[in-house]
């Protein structure tokens, strides 16, 4: 009986692991009263439907929908029906709230915005433009929804899931062509108002999907649910209505989303149905860049995480036979490097993978590459397709790699071949730059990675499969070659000339990685020999100005002393960098991103990288190699949350730094960590 009893509590117990319940709210505010408030009517009410159907699909019951609309979703009316939702749902739940509605820019009040402006959904009795006395409360603020969305993260827990749909404007001073916008009016500023000192904190809507969270007693990231946002255009885009299949005004992304998550499959992730988005986008409202952030490579409404593999757009189709991509030298493409073209969505490029054509790269810029396709192909659009690296090609000098005469002959074997076959290193025995060292025991192979000119230890790897040893052996000679191509980087554009510095700060970290500032040191006391000089005791924020004429993007990059490189600025969570930007003459203090310091000792370069066009070299860098710190010593790890995506151990990316063919300025900032 016993037996029986136990055998029917962990049944039970599984079926509450496996069947989570799911609630949505869906807001629409089409019917706007324009004499009161300026804001004229839309379609939003011709989006429920759309959003009803997918819900559906999604295994969503009727009566677990609330539906919040028009003279209703006032601002008191959303606060209300957003803590009803809230009521309602427990530990691994799955939500989803949907808003369509009017999209606004308005003041920034707690200065957390890097433009100084928060993004704001319109309520039905927000007003549209700037009176006296107006503190913006009828505004449903960006800040105001991440706090409201944080608590459901704490309420779901680990296991659960809320998704948000955001069919609205974020901002915009006028409007394109004769279709419908959803905002568009100008930010709702006071007069003479200008913003404080810019900050980091923005990213698609504007939301930072742990802000506030973290700090939470006993709260950490491992334990809140998983947070999506879909948003229908950029911060600094318009959001235009579209038309259904049945002629019916919409919102292109309701529409996108109705018919992108009808095709998805079991396992996809968020990203692989936001591919579907940006297809379905690019026909129906090709002015715009509907925008995602969150834990975007977990499956929909699962707990399975997938790893998204390096990949580029489709940035220009000039013919059926040519095409340009959204990636050049900087991330390792050389005329003659082989383009696989495949659906957008496929997480890697393995044998199996269907292609939709292959190509040969003709020529590339810094940012940018010509394609001449294998076979004819019409692309749809700039979205048809997403394009893998199937084959690198090279052109700088070879690393000069050393291999111990003590190695197994086996072992010995394999790495000679793939270094060989690198293409960015090559095997010598007078004057190595890298050399590695074997060791065995007990089984145990360890290969030490040095750097021969500074007899410095760039890593130590240690496994018993030859197979592990080699590929992380590549990686880490990777990531060395990569670095030094970076590091060479020289250019002057004095229309984007970006410059930065290291700000000492006290702060407060706690073990969950969030932090607060405590203080501001003199940055005098930290400098040694006229050089800013940091210790493992000391933190330090990121100031960066524009000195030049026009808008500039920007990417920061730490070269360690030892060569290696780590992604700054952007994170991965930000796909394309498109949010950090400074106009002329503009600063911006990143009062998100607390820089540590911790070994390798010696000097240490924060590379500033600016150009015309939004760019993140994130995912090339991480993917090019492992960080070699370690989990106690890595200076961004928990700051920056920066983790490892895969390996790429066919090649280091390149660049041509004496031709100078984009708008382009770097900038050198140079430091020393001493113990």
Known sequence: MKKIILIILVTLFGLGVVYADKYALIIAIGEYDQSKTGWYPISAQNDVPLIEKTLTELGFVETNVLYLADADATKQGIVNAMQTLYSMVSAGDHVVIHYSGHGHQIFDDNEDEIDGLDEALVSYDAPMKMFEGYDGSLHFRDDELGEIINKFRIKLGSTGHILLFLDSCHSGTGTRGSAKVRGGAPPLIPENWSPKAKKDNKVGFGISSNEGVTGARGVTTENLAKFVVFSGASANELNYETYDDDDNAVGSLSYCIYKSFAQMKEGDTYRQVFARIMAEMATKAPFQNPAIEGDIDYAVFGGD???????????????????????????????GTIIAFVQPGTPKLVETTELICTGKVVSASNFSSKVVLNSRMKFKNDKSAWAFIQTRTFSDQKIQVFLDSKMDADVQKLLKNEIENSNFAEICEDSPEISLEYKKSRGAQTISVNNAHYNQNLNKISSPDTQILKDDVMATLNNYAQGKIIKNLDFYDENYDLVMELIPVNAKVSSDGSFE????????????????????????????????????????????????????????????????????????????????????????IFKLIATDKPFNLTATIQQHGNSTRGAGNNIFENALQIGQTGKNTRGASTVSAKKQDEKMCTYEYTFRIVK
């Open 305 to 335: 995480y997938a790893v998204q593999n390096e990949y580029f757009n489709l940035i220009n189709v000039k013919s059926d036979s040519i095409v340009e991509i959204s990636a050049g030298r900087l991330a390792g493409i050389n005329p």
């Open 517 to 604: 500032i405590l203080g501001y040191p003199e940055p005098n006391e930290m400098l040694i020999n006229d050089v800013p000089s940091y210790s493992p005791d000391n933190m330090a924020l990121i100031k960066v100005t524009n000195y030049g004429a026009k808008k500039a993007y920007f990417n920061i990059i730490d070269i360690q002393p030892d060569g290696f490189i780590n992604p700054v600025i952007p994170t991965g969570n930000d796909i394309d960098g498109r949010e950090y930007f400074l106009e002329p003459g503009e600063t911006a203090v990143l009062k998100n991103t607390l820089v540590m310091f911790g070994p390798p000792y010696g000097n240490e």
